[in-house]
């Protein structure tokens, strides 16, 4: 397996930790230890009394327990605890899809949805979300990639990068859709809790080949603590676990502790950080109306990223840049196969968004000269908008 390189991983290890402020990332404001303690009640002696054994390879009792009661009706024999979805998603291509499989990917995805299957010698074929439509799916198109021949179809909801979220009507028009070709349903679940105009579509369950994935890192600001989770039938576990007997084998004891008290006690962690997100988002809604002759976007309707387009730009050039000159992370559209956007993320404090705004309007600015604006432009703006 030749796996190609990861374009958005390989933009923040060059420039995550070499910036001081980040409007580029994925994720809401990251909590402490210490706040942890605060929000959740769990003690030092909880902390003192964790023995550093083997864990379970479907993660320990109490975390899937915690993960079910909130996602998965109660049934723990659907869960199995992931050092990340990253880890989820590797088990899952690894252990379901063979050279030659066909498999429908959004246009614009998230490289790691994709990648394991497209380095298995998969065919990939493109479901496109396109900005003049507001990146709302076409299900027509959908209709035409669908056939006897389709292994597996994958999605992420709310969508990263875009934030185009899906109704439960249209939920449930895209699995029918599945079903009707015996495929697996793989659920990106990454942002489901961070739905900002409307309440959360929950996980795809009803469908028996839906694997479902989440983690801690986006709407519970817990990157660090790297726990995920699959949600499937039990003998669609049973597959994975054949991966990870080779692979991580489990999770830290430790951390499945912390894990578990930040599930049991969710909402104590995703409310503040979604009424923070929507807040960050007029934030971001004034700056582009100020700024319209330099930016066009689509709002977001779920997640903490906009795909915003730069007309006339060379974003590579401008996220270079931004980041040696104003020391500020945005992520270039490229990462995403989309050269003409940018990802712009507001789920952070909110200073930082606002000083990293005012750093990156001042850079549009200054460069401006260099390039000229689509005429056609400003009109587009405003259709694109009222779609929306």
Not at 235 to 259: C, F, G, K, M, N
Request: net charge negative; charged share 25%; glycine share 8%.
């Amino acid at each position: 397996m030749r796996l190609a390189p990861a374009l958005l991983e390989s933009w923040m290890q060059s420039y995550y930790f070499a910036t001081e402020i980040d409007i580029g990332s994925s994720g809401v404001e990251n909590f402490s230890l210490r706040q942890l303690r605060d929000l959740l009640g769990f003690t030092h002696e909880e902390l003192d009394g964790v023995l550093f054994q083997d864990s379970q390879t479907l993660g320990g009792p109490g975390l899937r327990r915690a993960i079910a009661a909130r996602l998965a009706g109660g049934r723990t024999d659907h869960v199995m605890v992931t050092h990340g979805s990253t880890d989820a998603n590797f088990m899952i291509m690894s252990a379901l899809l063979s050279p030659g499989d066909e498999v429908v990917i959004l246009d614009p995805c998230y490289q790691q949805l994709y990648g394991i299957a497209e380095a298995q010698g998969c065919a990939l074929r493109r479901w496109p979300l396109r900005f003049e439509r507001g990146w709302r799916p076409d299900f027509r198109d959908l209709d035409r990639l669908l056939g006897p021949a389709t292994k597996m179809v994958i999605v992420n909801f709310p969508h990263n990068p875009t934030g185009s979220v899906l109704s439960l009507l249209e939920q449930e028009r895209l699995v029918a859709a599945v079903a009707r070709t015996g495929a697996y349903l793989v659920w990106d679940g990454a942002f489901t809790e961070l739905t900002l105009d409307r309440p959360p579509v929950p996980e795809p369950l009803g469908y028996e080949r839906t694997l479902a994935m989440g983690t801690l890192s986006k709407a519970y600001g817990l990157p660090g603590l790297r726990v995920g989770w699959c949600i499937a039938a039990p003998e669609l576990l049973d597959r994975l676990v054949r991966i990870r007997d080779y692979t991580t084998l489990h999770l830290s004891p430790l951390v499945e502790l912390i894990a578990e008290k930040a599930m049991e006690h969710a909402d104590r962690l995703v409310s503040p950080r979604r009424r923070q997100a929507r807040e960050n988002l007029e934030i971001l809604r004034d700056w582009v109306a100020r700024h319209a002759e330099l930016v066009e976007w689509v709002p977001p309707a779920g997640g903490v990223t906009a795909f915003v387009r730069l007309p006339g730009c060379d974003v590579d050039a401008l996220c270079h840049r931004l980041a040696a000159e104003e020391r500020v992370l945005l992520v270039p559209g490229s990462c995403f196969g989309q050269p003409e956007f940018a990802r712009l993320g507001f789920g952070g404090p909110t200073p930082q968004l606002a000083e990293g705004l005012a750093r990156l309007a001042r850079l549009l600015a200054a460069t401006a000269p260099e390039r000229r604006r689509p005429q056609e432009s400003g009109s587009g703006l405003q259709e694109i908008q009222a779609h929306s």
